[in-house]
Antibody, heavy 118, light 110 residues
């Protein structure tokens, strides 16, 4: 069974950094894309980007390019999403998901809530 | 790229059918057959309901169906059930390795 398990909730102050994770199991992690999706409170889903763990080929949404860094460590079947300087507007639930190049995400991780507040 | 356009809300009574639209452009929905739909119950992970416009993953009831005409894709839920009440999002490939989601539709079962 393909499964993605994300790291726990984070509470940070503006300007701080954070790195959240997404660990895959039940499939060849290196050989398939992983995507990241944001959901701000009361808002819809926003595609952030995808990474191919096998060679770390990464594609970013223009809206998130330069704002976040997506990475992966194929040796431990884990993808990451990180910020170097958080803003209050980064407060959101972040989901990772297995991404197929026919443009579907399934399954999804359980989500990681990142709260940025002074 | 701009988000795909979905109606903010839709509703129907148990047993009825409801259709949710998802309008894009010829650069995304109209130009590819890579449209997918997700059901999202708040507090849970989204669930894939339809992919490649019309295909249904195993385990998804056949009450859910997808279609496309021009730049508009649609999700139809037939025989509405209480558990279908959720937020629904469409997504399309938008070229140049870009993906775009719709704004979401809140489906209420009356």
């Amino acid at each position: 069974e393909v499964q993605l398990v994300q790291s726990g909730a984070e509470v940070k102050k503006p300007g701080e950094s954070v790195k959240i994770s997404c660990k895959g199991s039940g499939y060849n992690f290196s050989g398939h894309w992983i995507g990241w999706v944001r959901q701000r409170p009361g808002r819809g889903l926003e595609w952030m980007g995808i990474i191919f763990p096998g060679d770390s080929d990464t594609r970013y949404s223009p809206s998130f390019q330069g704002q976040v860094t997506i990475s992966a460590d194929k040796s431990i079947n884990t993808a990451y999403l990180q910020w170097s300087s958080l803003k209050a507007s980064d407060t959101a639930m972040y989901f990772c998901a297995y991404y197929d190049s026919s443009n579907w995400f399934d399954p999804w991780g359980q989500g990681t809530l990142v709260t940025v507040s002074s | 790229q701009s988000a795909l356009t979905q109606p903010p809300s839709a509703s129907g009574s148990p047993g009825q059918s409801v259709t949710i639209s998802c309008t894009g452009t010829s650069s995304d929905v109209g130009g590819v057959n890579y449209v997918s739909w997700y059901q999202h119950h708040p507090g849970k992970a989204p669930k894939l309901m339809i992919y490649e416009v019309t295909k249904r993953p195993s385990g998804v009831p056949d009450r859910f169906s997808g279609s496309k005409s021009g730049n508009t894709a649609s999700l139809t839920v037939s025989g509405l059930q209480a558990e279908d009440e959720a937020d629904y999002y469409c997504s399309s490939y938008a070229g140049s390795n870009n993906v775009v989601f719709g704004g979401g539709t809140k489906l209420t079962v009356l």
